[in-house]
């Protein structure tokens, strides 16, 4: 198929306006919507991808289970951009501890202006959060031991972005036993990565790692969108020029080394297991 090739390729664009060549010739066959959906998430066109996945569901109920767990993961990724330009609040997993609270703060912050004081916020709040040790197993099967873990991008540091039950969590590292992650299959994977979760509690759920920071989908670059690679945006001052933000594939930082998030089959984490309680405390929006 001539938009595969050009996918291959990167040339996004062209893949794109072929895709939609063959839906228009093929509108009852549902593997090009799916083929579309994914393609749309991959651009950021989320009320499109949905329009695309619902119609692969009515034209083949084999899809259906596809259809719930994606429809969800748009409706997030939309609340997602509205957390990350200070607009909204995410769920937080386990009970709400002040350090969060002042991460969350510093995002508003940086995402009206206002560095500076965001960046002495988020240390003030880094500071106070908990350090958590633990073995990383790379896609070679190798096993990584490290003393701290933490997201690349500083404005999440020890958070981990996830979806959950259908909703935009933030998931402290603490909070986390052990994450099998999925090698990415299928298009839709370079959008979001399925994982299993063990919490610190005990419970266990599958979920969805968002693969790419958030803004990706609009870069002019391929790469980026694709989750092909990560560059990252100084947005800091002269006072202060170690302030980065991320565009394209998701990092994970150690005292060792950084891993792209495709680079990485699981992480067991040494917290302490907790009594299980109900499932996460929402802090909503």
């Known amino acids: ?76 990724e939309v609340l997602r951009h509205k957390v990350m330009s200070g607009d909204r609040q995410p769920m937080i997993f386990g009970e709400p501890e002040p350090w969060i ?11 009206t202006g206002h560095l500076p004081q965001a960046c002495q916020l988020r240390a003030e709040a880094l500071e106070q959060a908990p350090a958590v040790s633990g073995t990383l197993i790379d896609s070679d099967e190798k096993p990584v031991r490290f003393e701290w873990i933490c997201d690349s991008d500083p404005r999440l540091g020890p958070i981990l972005e996830t979806l959950i039950n259908g909703q935009y969590y933030w998931v402290p590292m603490h909070r986390i036993a052990k994450i099998t992650i999925d090698p990415p299959s299928d298009l839709r994977d370079f959008v979001w990565s399925a994982a299993h979760f063990t919490w610190s509690n005990g419970g266990e759920t599958f979920g969805m790692i968002p693969s790419r920071y958030p803004g990706s989908e609009t870069s002019e670059d391929a790469a980026i969108r694709l989750s092909r690679k990560t560059d990252w945006e100084c947005v800091g001052d002269e006072a202060d020029p ?10 994970l930082a150690t005292d060792v080394d950084e891993f792209a998030l495709f680079q990485i089959r699981s992480l067991e984490l040494d917290v302490e297991m907790e009594q299980a309680d109900p499932e996460p405390d929402d802090e909503t929006n």
């Not at 895709?19 to 009852?28: G, R």
């Not at 609270?101 to 995402?111: D, N």
């Open 1 to 76: 198929m001539i938009a595969e090739d050009y996918l291959r390729e990167g040339k996004l664009d062209e893949a794109f306006a072929e895709l939609k060549k063959v839906v228009q010739a093929n509108p009852a066959d549902a593997k090009y919507r799916v083929f579309l959906f994914q393609m749309m998430t991959v651009l950021g066109k989320w009320e499109s991808a949905l329009t695309q996945l619902e119609l692969s569901g009515e034209l083949d109920a084999g899809n259906l289970a596809m259809v719930q767990a994606y429809r969800e993961a748009i409706r997030c």
């Open 101 to 111: 609270a002042m991460m969350l703060e510093a995002f508003k912050l940086q995402a």
């Open 242 to 251: 170690s302030q980065y933000i991320g565009h394209g594939q998701r990092m």
